[in-house]
């Protein structure tokens, strides 16, 4: 409590600081920030902390199930008496909106910002206050350009492209004729993880892409794209599907047009996994783990209480083939039917991943 | 305000009756107001004040420029593409040769010559203004997206730090355009949007150049959605071309939740303000009352259709009585 301007204890009056007070203030405070472990804390913030969640928009099923985990972790470390309130924002896709909800969780003092971002760019000024204040920011998923964050977590798209066209090639034995269906297109997700399964596809040029199609993460324009490429393509060896529903919908237009079924890729939509049990595919899968919402609370609670963690914490992209689809199948009815089944995380696996 | 001497007294009457339907929305807006202080005592700091009016800033401009056109007789859809290619312009802009006062221009230009085109479309090949602006829509944000594919670009921290910092320049700014708007319709070209917003032959019969009225109108409104774009990219920090999307549909509910009819003629510009500042502060409210998400989609479903009905209500009472 040595920092007032910063204290839950403020009184009325000291927020009442003509402008340049405040600003003098806000200097001398990002001042003393060097003395910190992690990045943005400044170690005047004690434990209960409050957590402010603030989404760019919560109504898919990705994201609900990342809120779910989020919520856990908080009641995990509520039990533990480290967090005492999670406060939860929707920004209902409005990069703006987002920018609102975080300077409101500034103004009502959160010690802690779990944020997925709704724009590269839109938040990094109202981010950087935050972080000038003290707040610990965390950054997943969906990553802002400013380096003022306490840590930013994700997965490698790019990876996640090239592991995919890998597996692909091997099933394949290097050659045949193949489908890319890719995400939305001038995402920067679906962009990358096309970029990155370009290298291996070069190495293999025997492997021939027929065609390629951008449609949503979803299953049902996925299929009605997939069905129509069967018309006119007779002969297809595989299919390189680059995440969410596609490669369900991929597998049922097969099915649909009673065509033999080929190796697929894709990601750990319930959908893909069954029907990848179902009809005895050849199949690899991996994910973008809705446990990184955990892990993002997890991360500014340890920095809050002084322990150092990396800037940049890359997970590594959990992968699903034949030996380890039916751990995740066993569990399928813990998730929605139209969800994703994540693999199981804890502690343990949090601590090592910090610790990189 | 800007009143007028010699008709002092029926000015007044005049603009009394014009404030009575929005009582009503005065209402609702200032406890929102009061409830925000109450659960966010900061927000009567100098800074705290300058931040919430930075966020409402550019919903205050787009929803001036809305309903410039409603007024008018009009509506456009075109807002927030405009948005953003203000925000691309700026911040492709600043960082060249003309620096911030050439991107200024820029952006102003490009606003008013891009409006000028709209109306100059709807108003001699009387075309709805709901068709044109849709597909104006469509090239602006083509065009936003070929000149920054993704997010990017410059603007000099100086600039973001003056617009968008601990001082409440943005709010002084919102005032000193009302000031220009309430000036604006002193002109016969201001008083003609009401007029041939109201009664196009009327008008055109008493000597309104109902054309160019509307050719006039489409360009302040382009100028003004670019404008809040150059604020976008400072308060920002950087340029983004699909950002102003959701303006589009904000700036038609701010004014009509601010009693500007679709029908023209109708509605008055301190009504849109207020409408637009009931649509920001309801965000914030909502978060300090610690709303769940979906609770918030519900309460703000509620919250606009209270502030329609209860000036209604006032009204049906007021005419009981």
Not at chain 1, 84 to 99: R, S
Not at chain 1, 162 to 167: D, E, I, T, Y
Request: net charge neutral; glycine share 10%; aromatic share 8%.
């Amino acid at each position: 409590m040595k920092t007032l301007e910063n204290s839950p204890t403020v009184s009325r009056r000291s927020r009442l600081l003509a402008g340049a007070a405040a600003a003098a203030a806000i200097l001398a405070l990002s001042a003393g920030s060097a003395s910190a472990a992690a990045n943005c804390i400044k170690g005047d913030r004690k434990a209960p902390y409050t957590v402010g969640w603030a989404n760019i928009y919560s109504v898919p099923t990705w994201m609900k199930q990342t809120e779910g985990t989020i919520a856990a972790e908080v009641e995990e470390l509520k039990k533990a008496g480290l967090v005492k309130d999670l406060m939860i924002t929707d920004a209902q896709g409005n990069a703006q909106t987002q920018i609102q909800h975080i300077q409101s969780m500034i103004d009502a003092n959160v010690d802690a910002i779990v944020v997925i971002a709704g724009s590269s760019n839109a938040l990094d000024r109202v981010i950087s206050d935050a972080c000038d204040k003290g707040i610990a920011v965390v950054n997943f998923d969906s990553l802002v350009n400013t380096d003022k964050v306490t840590a930013k977590i994700n997965t490698d798209s790019s990876e996640w492209g090239a592991g995919a066209a890998k597996w692909l090639a091997d099933q394949l034995g290097g050659k045949g004729k193949i489908i890319v269906m890719n995400g939305p297109a001038g995402i920067s997700v679906s962009d990358d993880r096309r970029k990155g399964a370009q290298p291996v596809l070069d190495a293999n040029p025997d492997l021939e892409i027929i065609t390629e199609t951008n449609t949503e993460y979803n299953v049902a324009p996925a299929q009605e794209a997939m069905t129509s490429l069967l018309f006119v393509n007779p002969e297809i060896d595989g299919v390189l599907s680059l995440g969410g529903a596609i490669s369900a919908g991929s597998v049922m237009a097969f099915d649909r047009q009673g065509r033999e079924q080929v190796p697929i890729t894709g990601e750990n939509a319930r959908q893909f996994l069954e029907l990848w049990k179902e009809k005895g595919l050849k199949g690899w899968a991996t994910m973008q783990p809705n446990w990184l919402g955990a892990l993002s609370v997890y991360t500014a609670v340890q920095a809050l209480e002084g322990k150092d963690v990396p800037a940049f914490v890359k997970v590594p992209l959990p992968v699903i083939d034949d030996s380890t689809i039916d751990t995740y199948l066993a569990r399928a009815d813990q998730f929605p039917a139209d969800g994703y089944i994540y693999s199981d995380y804890d502690k343990a696996l949090f601590d090592k991943l910090l610790a990189q | 305000m800007s009143a007028i001497p010699s008709s002092g007294w029926l000015y007044g009457a005049i603009q009394r009756g014009r404030n009575r339907g929005l009582g009503g929305l005065y209402l609702v807006v200032a406890a929102f107001l009061v409830l925000y202080a109450v659960l966010f005592p900061g927000i009567l700091s100098v800074s705290g004040f300058s931040k919430f009016t930075q966020n409402w800033f550019p919903l205050a401009l787009v929803t001036m420029a809305q309903a410039l056109l409603m007024l008018n007789g009009g509506i456009t859809l075109a807002i927030g593409p405009l948005v953003s290619l203000g925000a691309v312009i700026a911040a492709t802009t600043m960082g060249g040769a003309l620096g911030v006062p050439g991107g200024i221009l820029a952006v102003a230009l490009a606003g008013l010559a891009i409006g000028a085109v709209i109306g100059a479309i709807v108003a001699h090949l009387r075309l709805p203004a709901i068709i044109v602006t849709l597909a104006g829509s469509f090239i602006i944000t083509g065009v936003a997206l070929i000149l920054l594919p993704r997010p990017g670009g410059f603007i000099p921290d100086w600039l973001s730090t003056t617009l968008a910092g601990h001082t409440p320049v943005a709010f002084l700014l919102l005032v000193a355009i009302l000031l220009a708007w309430k000036a604006f319709l002193a002109t016969p070209l201001g008083i003609g949007i009401y007029a041939a917003g109201d009664n196009p032959i009327g008008a055109f019969r008493s000597g309104v150049p109902v054309e160019r009225v509307k050719i006039v109108a489409f360009a302040l409104s382009g100028l003004l959605a670019a404008l809040a774009g150059l604020f976008v990219a400072a308060q920002t920090g950087s340029g983004d071309p699909v950002i102003g999307t959701p303006f589009t549909l904000n700036s038609i509910a701010a004014a009509v939740l601010g009693g500007v009819g679709f029908l023209g003629g109708k509605g008055t510009m301190r009504g849109a303000i207020c409408g637009s500042l009931l649509l920001s502060v309801m965000i914030n409210v909502m978060f300090f009352l610690g709303f769940p998400p979906v609770a918030q989609y519900v309460a703000q479903g509620l919250i606009i259709v209270g502030a329609v009905a209860v000036p209604e209500l006032l009204k049906q009472w007021r005419a009981r009585r």
